[in-house]
C-alpha cells in the first residue's frame, strides 16, 4: 500500500462548487504540505501544517483552505472554485531527520499520487 | 526571497548519450539543500539525487551526478547513459532550514531511441 495517498486521483467540477481533496499517510510523519502544480509553473506551496494544531499558508493560499483532522490526514478545499484553479495537487509528507554531520538537518518530503483537478 | 531558475524548458537527447540539466539558485543563506525530481508520465515526484550545501563533494547516485558550483549558485544534474526511462520532466528545488521547498518551473527531457 501507497505511504501517502491522494482522494480522488481525477476530479471535473463546475465554476463556484465547494471541493475537497483529500491526503492520508501512513508514514507517521507529523509536517503535512499541499502543493499546486500548473504547466509551466512548477510546484508551488499553498499551505502547510507541521502537527495537528499548526496551520500556515504558503506562496498561494488565497481561495484555499485546510484542515489537518489528525495527524496522519491533511484535506485541501476550495470554498467556491473557479477554472483557474484547475491544476494537479500534491500532497506531501516530512518528518524531523537527525543532520548527519550534527550542523544541519534534512527532511525528505515525501509526495502522494497527485489529484488532477479541471474546473469548467 | 529564493529562486529556483531552469533556463531549458525542454531538452531531447539520444539514447545512451549524456545530458546536463542545468539550474542556478538564488539565496542568502549558507546552509540549505538542493534537490533534483524526476516527475515521469505517471505524474509521481521522485527524489533523484539531493545535495547538502556544507558539503563540497558532488552527490552522485549511479547513472545521476551533480556539479554543485556554490559560489556560483549553479546546481546542474548529468545524466550518463541516459535510457528512455529517463524521459521525464525534471525539477530543480532549494530547501532552507525552515522545510518548504522552492520549486524550478521544469526542464522535460526526452529520450530518443
Known amino acids: 500500500d501507497a505511504d501517502v495517498t491522494q482522494t480522488p486521483r481525477n476530479r471535473i467540477t463546475k465554476t463556484g462548487k465547494r471541493i475537497m481533496l483529500e491526503c492520508s499517510q501512513t508514514k507517521g510523519h507529523d509536517r503535512m504540505y499541499w502543493y499546486r502544480q500548473d504547466p509551466g509553473l512548477g510546484l508551488r506551496l499553498i499551505y502547510y501544517?507541521?502537527?495537528?494544531?499548526?496551520?500556515n499558508k504558503g506562496e498561494i493560499s488565497d481561495g484555499y483552505s485546510v484542515s489537518r483532522q489528525a495527524q496522519a490526514k491533511f484535506s485541501l478545499s476550495l470554498e467556491s472554485a473557479i477554472p483557474n484553479q484547475t491544476a494537479l495537487y500534491f500532497c506531501?509528507?516530512?518528518?524531523?531527520?537527525?543532520?548527519?554531520?550534527?550542523?544541519?538537518?534534512?527532511?525528505?518530503?515525501?509526495f502522494g499520487p497527485g489529484t488532477r483537478l479541471t474546473v469548467l | 526571497a529564493q529562486t529556483v531558475t531552469q533556463s531549458q524548458p525542454e531538452m531531447s537527447v539520444q539514447e545512451a548519450e549524456t545530458v546536463t540539466l542545468s539550474c542556478t539558485y538564488d539565496t542568502s543563506e549558507s546552509n540549505y539543500y538542493l534537490f533534483w525530481y524526476k516527475q515521469p508520465p505517471s505524474r509521481q515526484m521522485i527524489l533523484v539525487i539531493r545535495?547538502?550545501?556544507?558539503?563540497?563533494q558532488n552527490a552522485t547516485e549511479n547513472r545521476f551526478s551533480v556539479n554543485f558550483q556554490k559560489a556560483a549558485k549553479s546546481f546542474s544534474l548529468k545524466i550518463s547513459d541516459s535510457q528512455l526511462g529517463d524521459t521525464a520532466m525534471y525539477f530543480c528545488a532549494f530547501m532552507n532550514r525552515d522545510d518548504k521547498i522552492i520549486f524550478g518551473k521544469g526542464t522535460r527531457l526526452h529520450i530518443l531511441p
Open positions: 501544517s507541521f502537527d495537528v494544531k499548526d496551520i
Open positions: 506531501a509528507t516530512s518528518d524531523l531527520a537527525p543532520g548527519t554531520s550534527g550542523t544541519s538537518s534534512y527532511n525528505e518530503q515525501f
Open positions: 545535495q547538502e550545501a556544507y558539503k563540497q
